[in-house]
Structures are given as structure tokens and as C-alpha cells.
């Protein structure tokens, strides 16, 4: 295989032998260029559909768009039955890797039998389409099963990630109105078992809407019982039959309900629906892996929790029959060079992370990656954060052996497929930049009155066009979706990211203008940890920020000013504060650092000048007192507020 070559010193062309059989070459642009609605009305004949559709895009009531207006289909036979029926059974869809070392090989006719018994389980406790089911659990099969199962019925599925606590999934059950909860007795974590029943029997003790609660075996760990409410998987799941007729659906029938961060406390539930997003997950996922079915070995190392796995671990690889790897554990767990020994293991052609986890094998040493043979690998991806040009450097030598290239995927929960991407038989790579539009996809870099931006310019992204895996609206609250998304510019998709355009059109991302924070690939917003922090009896007021850190890409750093003066403000308390953040949003939502100071900064209007207190947090070297009074801290904000008029 040739190598990745750098051209000009800063960019790096296509492998020859990649781009002479690549996926898509370079007329996929100009091809999308001249009729995007005909380009992507061809990206969706890749599926099987039961209906075509009349129309491929309705746009008549914007900012609530509807693609492939008529058409029917069902997402999970798309995943999973139609590879079975043209005779690709006996191929692995995923090679499944427990934390301990267990293992489990799953066929796409072995997942076929799955999905179909859990589809006529979920049928058999009430569970009609467009009922919302909650899912709960570790990485494991289950998880996915779970998933297409609910696509199989109809059911509308609402992942939410096993690390949040019982507070963030109440309030989730809450919001989606959740009939059932798919959960495990607890999943592997850093080597020892982790209980996920507990905070599911607190949650759904909240829920009256929950009926029941499907629990897997997974840790064999001892849980609470609710009769006539719990229910074993394997009690139910394994007595059906795995035959299941399955039914095709609107086009526009909603397929999974996402929580994420926005700027209010509130998490927002994003909609994303079937036909629109299958569409455009599978073309992405073929185009800008260069996803050879027969061949490659893919990895997306992520939670299916984060919208990455929902796209690009289960709907994305299965809709093209790809033979994928799922690991349930950490990367350091029992050693740190467990990911590539899975890579050797496994033969994985293709790795998908977050720069986070680059930058902590970085700290790991280069010596742990040498000790594995990862020949195997042809092409290595990046998403959450944009990664920083050291870090892709050590990714493309260290992991990549200076011979595959690097795709930085820019996209978020919102837009459900990738957005801005290069494309790796076609594109020239610039390292920390995550390039051009994907083709179909219209992006652009404005001011704050929306207007396009001279090259170099810093502004605001935008998307100009709907595209067919955009959300379709915040989970009962419209107007929330079109103020959030949309009454910026009115007619433009506001993403919430600064940007800028070089000479060349590369975009580059620069991280979130709004008020969330993004730490490892999560979004956490400033608000939701402020809101815990004065939950707390000892604390009056608190403000949040997100710092650069050379690992999670921001740590969370508050500010907060005690109720009493005199009241302890002491290391221990500052732990204390930490622990019921982790306790009250969950362990991921734990401030790095928590400062102790008498005043903050405001605007006249009331509103936290967190800008001031991101640079103080930043200045500060870590491993420093956690705690300060206010004459340096204060002074320092005072000298940069500007005077008042
Ligand atoms: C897929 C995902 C979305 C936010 C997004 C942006 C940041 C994601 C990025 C990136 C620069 C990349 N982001 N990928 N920034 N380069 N390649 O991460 O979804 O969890 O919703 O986060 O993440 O700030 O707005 P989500």
C-alpha cells in the first residue's frame, strides 16, 4: 500500500492505490454541485425501500423539512435482513469484545434472529410503534439488538448513556414519556463490575409512565427486585420465536430520540427520523471510510450512547453490511495497549476515535502503540473536538504508520451524519482542519448578521441547505427547535461553532461560541453544572467554564461563592462539591477544578462574563491550590473589565 505523501509541507495527498479504488472520486462534488436533490435521491436507492418516494424533499414549512416524502421502509431489514436474504448470513456484522477478555462473534444471520426475538418480546409486553423505549446498558450486543429492535416495530428509541446517574435518566424518561427501560444488572468497568440497576430502580421509581424493565444478565451482580415490573431479557427475549414479519414505515417515521446539552439546564431531546437519516449515515459512512464490505475490519472506538455510535457503530456500518468490532471497556484496562491489541486481534482496517483518546495515548507514550502489529490498519478518523496538529501528527505516525490517511469528521448530534469531512481518495489532508462540506452538504462561515465572511475571517458556521439526517425538531417543543436552530438568521442553521475559511476553503472549526462545554467528545452544558453547584446548601452563586485541556479538550473549572462567609472553604469542601456534581449529573460532569472566590463578574445586564473567568481558569497551571479567596483572582477580572461608559 503507498503512502500517505506530504505535498507542501503542510498537506498530505490521497494514497495512490487508495484513491485508484476508492468509493467516490473527485466527480462526487461536481455531481452534487449540479442537482444535490438528485445526488442524494441516489445516495438513498442505495437502501431498499418497500415505497419510493414522490418527492425527495419538502421544504414548504421550513424550518421542518421532510425528505423522501411518501416513501416507505423499515431502517432495521435495511441493517440487517436484506444482507441475510442475498446471502451474506455467515458474515460477521461485530466482533464483540467484553472488558474481562469474554468474547462473542455475532453473524448477520445470528443478529437477524436476535432482532427479530426482541422485536416480538417488546410487541409481546404492549410496546407499539411510536412508543418510546429507554435504553440503559453497558456495550454489549444487547445494546444494538435493543436498538434495531425498536426500528424493527416502529418503536422510537432514546439511548441514554450508562455513565449519566439516576437524576439525568429520570428526567430523560420524563421528557420522552418512556413506556420501557432496557437495562443490565451492570456492565465492566476499569476492570470491575459496575452497577447500572440501582440508578434505574431510583429513575423509574420517578416514571410512573414506565411499565416495565427489561434487565440483562450481564455482571451476575445481585439487584433489586420489582415484581411484575422487572423482567429478565433472557426470560423473555429467549422464549420467542425468531421469525418476525416485519412492517415498513413512513419515510418520516421517528426513528431515536438523542439528549443533548444546549444552553439551558433543560437537556433537549433531538429527533431524528428514518429514511432521511439511514440515508444519509449509510452514504457517509461508505464515502468517507471507503468502506470495502468484503474486506474491512471497522472500528468505531465510541459509546453507542454518543450520537457516533448511534451513526457510525450501528445504523452507518450495518446499513452497509460491514463487519465491525464493539469493545465493551476502557482503554487502559487491563493494560494500556488493550486497543491495539484489538486491532491486531481483529484485523481492523479502519478506526474511528476522538482526539481525547489520541492525546492520552500520546501522554501513554509512543512505545505502547510499537509493541503491536497494526499493519492492518489503512484509514483512521477523528470526531468530537477538533484535533490539534500534534496530535494528528503522532495518530498518523504512531497508529497509522505514516501510511493511512486521517479523516477529521466535523458533525453533531443535530445533523446526524458527517457534514464536513474530507474524503480520503480525493481530498488532500490538512492536519486540524476539518476541511470541505461533504458533497450534498452547504456550509458557510458569516458574521453575526449572516453575511459570508472574507477568507481568514472568523465568524460563525452555518448550514444554508437541509440535509436528510438533520434533526427534525426538539422532542415535544418546536418552538425550542426553531429558536435553538434557527431565528438567528431565520432562514440559515445556526450550529453553534466559530469558524473560519483559509484561502484554500478549508474550514476550520473552533469550538462552541454557546455556553457547552465539550469534555472527551461529551457535551456538557455550563448551565447544568452551575444549576448542581448551587444546589448545594453551602454554595450562593456559581459559574462554569470550559478550560483547554491537553486531554479532554476543556475541563470544567467553577467558580463559586460560598453562602456564609466563614463557611469552610477548605479542600474538603471543594471535594465535597465535586462529588455531588458527579452525584447529580454524573461522574463525566465532574469539575477538574473548583475555585472559591467572593464575587464574579457581570455584565449590567446580570449575565456572567464567563469569557473573563475561561481566561483566569486557562492562566492558571494545573496542580496549583484549588481553592483562592479573592484579592488575586478578583483583581486579576477587574484589570480586565473594560471601564464602564
Ligand atoms: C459528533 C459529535 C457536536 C459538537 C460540535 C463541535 C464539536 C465534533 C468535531 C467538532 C471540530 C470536529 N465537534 N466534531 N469540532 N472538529 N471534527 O461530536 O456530536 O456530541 O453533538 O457534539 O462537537 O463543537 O458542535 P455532539
Redesign the pocket.
Known amino acids: 500500500m503507498s503512502e500517505t505523501t506530504q505535498v507542501d509541507g503542510r498537506s498530505f495527498a490521497p494514497p495512490e492505490a487508495l484513491a485508484a479504488q476508492a468509493n467516490v472520486g473527485p466527480d462526487v462534488y461536481d455531481e452534487a454541485a449540479r442537482d444535490r436533490l438528485a445526488f442524494w435521491e441516489s445516495a438513498a436507492r442505495r437502501l431498499t425501500w418497500d415505497r419510493e418516494w414522490d418527492e425527495v424533499l419538502d421544504w414548504s414549512n421550513p424550518p421542518f423539512a421532510k425528505w423522501f416524502v411518501g416513501g416507505r421502509l423499515n431502517v432495521a431489514y435495511n441493517c440487517v435482513d436484506r444482507h441475510v436474504e442475498a446471502g451474506h448470513g455467515e458474515q460477521v456484522a461485530y466482533h464483540w469484545e467484553g472488558e474481562p477478555g469474554d468474547t462473542r462473534t455475532i453473524t448477520y444471520a445470528q443478529l437477524k434472529d436476535e432482532v427479530c426475538k426482541a422485536a416480538n418480546a417488546l410487541t409481546e409486553l404492549g410496546v407499539n410503534a411510536g412508543d418510546r423505549v429507554a435504553i440503559y446498558l453497558p456495550m454489549i450486543p444487547e445494546a444494538i439488538i435493543a436498538m434495531l429492535a425498536c426500528a424493527r416495530i416502529g418503536a422510537v428509541h432514546m439511548v441514554v448513556f450508562g455513565g449519566f446517574s439516576a437524576d439525568a435518566l429520570a428526567s430523560r424518561l420524563d421528557d420522552a414519556g418512556a413506556v420501557l427501560v432496557i437495562t443490565a444488572d451492570g456492565g465492566y468497568r476499569r476492570g470491575a463490575p459496575s452497577a447500572l440497576k440501582p440508578a434505574v430502580d431510583d429513575a423509574v421509581g420517578r416514571s410512573p409512565g414506565v411499565r416495565n424493565v427489561l434487565v440483562v444478565k450481564r455482571t451476575e451482580q445481585d439487584v433489586e427486585w420489582t415484581e411484575g415490573r422487572d423482567l429478565w431479557w433472557d426470560d423473555v427475549v429467549g422464549k420467542q420465536s425468531a421469525e418476525h414479519t416485519c412492517e415498513f414505515f413512513d419515510a418520516e417515521h421517528p426513528l431515536y430520540i438523542m439528549y443533548?446539552s444546549g444552553t439551558t439546564a433543560k437537556p433537549k431531546g433531538i429527533l431524528h427520523t428514518s429514511g432521511g437519516y439511514l440515508t444519509q449515515v449509510a452514504f457517509t459512512h461508505w464515502a468517507t471510510f471507503d468502506l470495502k464490505p468484503d474486506t474491512d475490519v471497522f472500528w468505531t472506538a465510541a459509546d453507542v450512547g454518543?450520537?457516533?455510535g448511534h451513526s457510525y457503530i450501528v445504523y452507518g456500518p450495518l446499513a452497509n453490511r460491514a463487519t465491525s468490532v464493539m469493545y465493551e471497556g476502557t482503554p487502559e484496562t487491563p493494560h494500556r495497549g488493550r486497543w491495539f491489541e484489538l486491532i491486531q486481534k481483529y484485523g481492523v482496517t479502519i478506526l474511528y476515535t476522538?482526539p481525547t483518546v489520541i492525546r492520552t495515548f500520546m501522554k501513554w507514550g509512543e512505545d505502547i502503540p510499537a509493541g503491536f502489529d497494526l499493519s492492518s490498519l489503512r484509514l483512521l478518523g477523528?470526531?468530537?473536538?477538533?484535533?490539534n496538529p500534534e496530535a494528528w501528527s503522532w495518530y498518523h505516525q504512531h497508529v497509522g504508520g505514516g501510511r493511512c490517511p486521517i479523516v477529521?469528521?466535523?458533525?453533531?448530534?443535530?445533523?446526524g451524519g458527517h457534514m464536513?469531512?474530507p474524503l480520503p481518495g480525493v481530498t488532500s489532508l490538512v492536519p486540524g482542519s476539518?476541511q470541505v462540506p461533504f458533497p450534498g452538504i452547504s456550509a458557510k462561515v458569516v458574521d453575526d448578521e449572516g453575511n459570508e465572511l472574507a477568507d481568514d475571517s472568523t465568524g460563525l458556521l452555518v448550514i444554508t441547505e437541509p440535509w436528510p439526517s438533520m434533526l427534525r425538531t426538539i422532542w415535544g417543543d418546536d418552538d425550542r427547535y426553531v429558536d435553538t436552530y434557527w431565528s438567528r438568521f431565520g432562514h440559515m442553521y445556526f450550529?453553534?461553532?466559530g469558524a473560519k475559511k483559509d484561502a484554500d476553503g478549508n474550514i476550520w472549526?473552533l469550538?462552541?461560541v454557546d455556553d457547552?462545554m465539550?469534555v472527551s467528545?461529551?457535551?456538557i452544558s455550563t448551565t447544568e453544572v452551575e444549576s448542581s453547584l448551587v444546589g448545594h446548601p453551602a454554595v450562593a452563586e456559581a459559574a462554569v467554564v470550559g478550560a483547554t485541556d491537553p486531554t479532554t479538550g476543556q475541563g470544567i473549572v467553577a467558580f463559586v461563592i460560598l453562602r456564609e462567609s466563614g463557611t469552610d472553604s477548605g479542600d474538603e469542601l471543594v471535594q465535597t462539591l465535586r462529588t455531588h456534581v458527579a452525584r447529580d449529573i454524573g461522574p463525566i460532569a465532574k469539575p477538574r477544578q473548583i475555585m472559591v472566590v467572593q464575587e464574579l463578574p457581570k455584565t449590567r445586564s446580570g449575565k456572567i462574563m464567563r469569557r473573563l473567568l475561561r481566561d483566569i481558569a486557562e492562566n492558571r497551571e494545573l496542580g496549583d491550590v484549588t481553592t483562592l479567596t479573592d484579592s488575586s483572582v478578583m483583581n486579576m477580572i477587574k484589570e480586565k473589565l473594560p471601564a464602564a461608559p
Open positions: 443533548t454518543w450520537v457516533t476522538a477523528s470526531v468530537g473536538e477538533p484535533i477529521d469528521t466535523w458533525w453533531q448530534t443535530e445533523t464536513i469531512n476539518a450550529a453553534g461553532d472549526l469550538g462552541r457547552v465539550n467528545g461529551h457535551r
